[in-house]
């Protein structure tokens, strides 16, 4: 691995934060050069790929870097808190049933996606799925199943059931890196033309657009210049709810670890899963008290910054170049991605349901919790948590979905 030419995460953070206030100040800003250059480059994308093209030149290393562990693990759920506290439930709730039907398809057409493109390929290039014992291709592709529907957790718990080789499994998890940023950055773009793409669904987006309204009608309401107390004890609810998060998965974890180990197929084991679901949940019944109003002096957009800063430190672990390093198993995974995609879109199409869903689901399963937040508030911010609610459902089905696609691909002839 070659040394990148900056290796300090103070200097790396710097260069993060000046990206994006580079972006966020050229996109409010009133040239027309950059006005035209934004309806085509969405600013949320710009944020994830400059990151993303330094470490592919090695000036920075997102491998090496800890910032992502930093940020996934202080800033998400900091901000999921922060844009919780400010949601309508109830309006939230409302929206279950199409979101279900969607979430349900964003899983089956996974399941049903990697068999189907290993056939494909069993036709066009049977090379590609030679492969011996632990290195039999269809093992590999159940971990990257894992991750699509649930995440790291199910994952590793595929690794662990069907047992790849190391060399198969290294593979395996940089193509799901590229695949998985592809995806997001194909659904971000999706976000900034969603009116287009509701028009060809013929979608009925009255839910969605009156629980906006809602929302804006409560920041509008309630607005007022923030003070210091108000920042500190927006920060303090952000960042104290985290560490509270973080104590209790603490405890929880090896308790569960201790006293129902079979409860790890469900991801009931993983201090992430634990951190993220109890910091969302604190910040929904916070959303019953008067810290609800602490959005009127601008906790979401203190959320929002916090956001992009984990936008950008996804972007930097993304390599341009290791797109070439397996052509063939890459191709095929391009193919498995696309069959989810059509899939989502022909039942949203069936189903008049509108393409936030689509992405939102989407990214709840290929990226987990820690970007479906992002996806969310790419169409408005204060929907965020609706992608975390998706992602956990993700964590709880991962398992068993990976496990059933991992014995229809066994099944395939190779």
């Not at 529907?149 to 059931?161: K, L, P, R, S, V």
Request: aromatic letters at 12%; a neutral charge; hydrophobic letters at 50%.
């Amino acid at each position: 691995m070659s040394e990148p030419m900056i290796t300090n995460d103070a200097v790396v953070l710097g260069i993060l934060v000046v990206i994006i206030a580079f972006v966020f100040t050229t996109s409010s800003g009133n040239s027309s050069f950059f006005k035209k250059f934004y309806t085509v480059i969405p600013s949320v994308l710009l944020c994830y790929f400059i990151p993303g093209l330094l470490n592919t030149f090695g000036v920075i290393s997102g491998e090496q870097s800890k910032l992502y562990s930093v940020m996934s693990r202080y800033l998400l759920p900091a901000s999921l808190v922060l844009f919780t506290i400010s949601l309508d439930f109830k309006e939230i709730w409302k929206l279950r049933n199409k979101a279900g039907v969607i979430f349900l398809t964003a899983c089956i057409s996974v399941i049903i996606g990697g068999p189907i493109s290993m056939w494909i390929f069993s036709l066009i290039s049977p090379d590609t799925l030679k492969g011996e014992g632990s290195d039999e291709v269809w093992r590999g592709l159940s971990t990257i199943a894992g991750s699509w529907i649930g995440g790291g957790a199910n994952q590793a718990a595929m690794y662990e059931t069907f047992k790849p080789s190391a060399k198969l499994y290294s593979s395996m998890i940089t193509i799901d890196v590229i695949i998985a940023n592809i995806w997001m950055a194909v659904l971000l773009y999706g976000a900034t033309i969603t009116k287009k793409i509701d028009r060809f669904l013929k979608s009925d987006n009255s839910a969605i657009d009156e629980l906006k309204l809602k929302i804006e009608r409560y920041q509008l309401d309630n607005m007022r210049i923030p003070s210091t107390t108000d920042i500190v004890l927006i920060l303090a609810v952000g960042l104290g709810v985290t560490g509270f998060a973080h104590f209790l998965s603490e405890l929880i974890v090896p308790w569960v670890k201790l006293n129902a180990p079979y409860l790890e197929k469900f991801s009931l084991t993983s201090d992430f899963f634990w951190m993220v679901a109890l910091a969302t949940m604190m910040g929904i019944l916070l959303s019953f008290t008067k810290l609800r109003n602490l959005e009127g002096a601008g906790a979401s957009r203190i959320a929002t910054v916090f956001l992009y800063i984990l936008i950008a430190s996804i972007g930097m672990r993304m390599d341009v170049f290791s797109i070439f390093d397996s052509p063939g198993l890459l191709f095929l995974c391009f193919i498995w991605i696309i069959i989810h995609g059509i899939c989502l879109l022909v039942i949203a199409k069936l189903t008049k349901t509108p393409f936030f869903f689509v992405a939102v689901n989407s990214q709840a399963v290929i990226g987990g919790a820690a970007s479906a937040p992002i996806v969310a508030s790419a169409f408005y911010p204060s929907l965020a948590p609706v992608g975390v609610l998706m992602a956990i459902l993700g964590y709880a089905t991962g398992t068993y979905g990976a496990y059933l696609c991992g014995l229809l691909m066994q099944m395939i002839p190779h």
